[in-house]
């Protein structure tokens, strides 16, 4: 058996080139089900083969790496806490062992004991964007990770893009700007501005809702 401070090394070492440790059967046997212990492994149980045909599973693991960069990354990174993956295609064994028939599916491993109820993440309730994550990592484990995303270039490409378009078309008819009076067009641009901005899509990026709601009175999803 590999004593504790060699399973410790071991996945520091790991965690210092991947933020996400990948795991078979064998490697989750040794570092995550079996003592000694004194380190939280939060682990998603996944299905990233492209034939495996899991759409799902692909968003859950890119919210999943950004937050485990997160934590790799800051300054409170300690070996407290570890982030694996274990795919269906290179651990079936451990989908087996822990009858488990969906994915992705995140569970944590506490420093001590076996996973309680409410260590197992609610997917379908809370969605799997890494801040929610994050708040149950924090919940099951005392470690807060402030998520940092990587910028997004897109809005400002897209803006620019627009500003280049409207140059264009001053420059190409600068000597005739009767179109920036037409009533129609400006209506048009106008409306599709307030349908945007009152979309459902709007509204979530907004307020940020979970994945799914349970029913106050019968409790389903």
């Given at each position: 058996?590999?004593?504790?401070?060699?399973?410790?090394?071991?996945?520091m070492?790991w965690?210092?080139?991947?933020?996400?440790?990948?795991?078979?059967?064998?490697?989750?046997?040794?570092?995550?089900?079996?003592?000694?212990?004194?380190y939280?492994?939060?682990?998603?149980?996944?299905?990233?083969?492209?034939?495996r045909?899991c759409v799902?599973?692909?968003?859950a693991d890119?919210?999943?790496?950004?937050?485990?960069?997160?934590?790799?990354?800051?300054?409170?990174?300690?070996?407290k806490?570890?982030?694996a993956?274990?795919?269906?295609?290179e651990?079936?064994?451990?989908?087996?062992m822990?009858?488990m028939?969906?994915?992705?599916?995140?569970?944590?491993?506490?420093?001590?004991g076996?996973?309680?109820?409410?260590?197992?993440?609610e997917?379908q309730?809370?969605?799997?964007?890494?801040?929610?994550?994050?708040?149950?990592?924090?919940?099951?484990t005392d470690?807060?990770i402030?998520?940092?995303r990587?910028?997004?270039?897109?809005?400002?490409?897209m803006?620019?893009?627009?500003?280049a378009?409207?140059?264009?078309l001053?420059?190409?008819?600068g000597?005739?700007l009767?179109?920036?009076?037409?009533?129609t067009?400006?209506a048009?641009?106008?409306?599709?501005?307030?349908?945007?901005?009152?979309?459902?899509?709007m509204?979530?990026h907004?307020?940020?809702p979970?994945?799914?709601h349970k029913n106050?009175?019968?409790?389903?999803?």
């Amino acid at each position: 058996q590999m004593v504790l401070s060699e399973k410790v090394n071991q996945l520091m070492e790991w965690a210092s080139k991947r933020s996400v440790i990948r795991m078979n059967g064998d490697k989750f046997r040794r570092l995550v089900k079996a003592p000694p212990r004194n380190y939280s492994v939060i682990v998603m149980f996944t299905a990233l083969q492209p034939h495996r045909q899991c759409v799902v599973c692909k968003q859950a693991d890119e919210e999943y790496q950004i937050l485990a960069n997160s934590w790799r990354y800051s300054s409170a990174f300690t070996n407290k806490i570890f982030f694996a993956m274990v795919d269906f295609d290179e651990g079936s064994d451990v989908f087996q062992m822990l009858n488990m028939n969906s994915a992705p599916t995140f569970i944590n491993f506490p420093a001590k004991g076996k996973p309680k109820r409410g260590d197992t993440y609610e997917l379908q309730v809370r969605g799997f964007a890494a801040e929610q994550l994050a708040r149950w990592v924090a919940d099951r484990t005392d470690v807060n990770i402030r998520v940092i995303r990587p910028p997004n270039y897109a809005g400002p490409l897209m803006l620019g893009l627009l500003l280049a378009v409207v140059g264009g078309l001053v420059y190409l008819r600068g000597s005739n700007l009767d179109f920036l009076y037409n009533k129609t067009g400006w209506a048009f641009a106008a409306l599709c501005f307030v349908l945007a901005m009152t979309s459902g899509q709007m509204w979530n990026h907004i307020r940020g809702p979970p994945y799914a709601h349970k029913n106050p009175h019968t409790g389903q999803v």
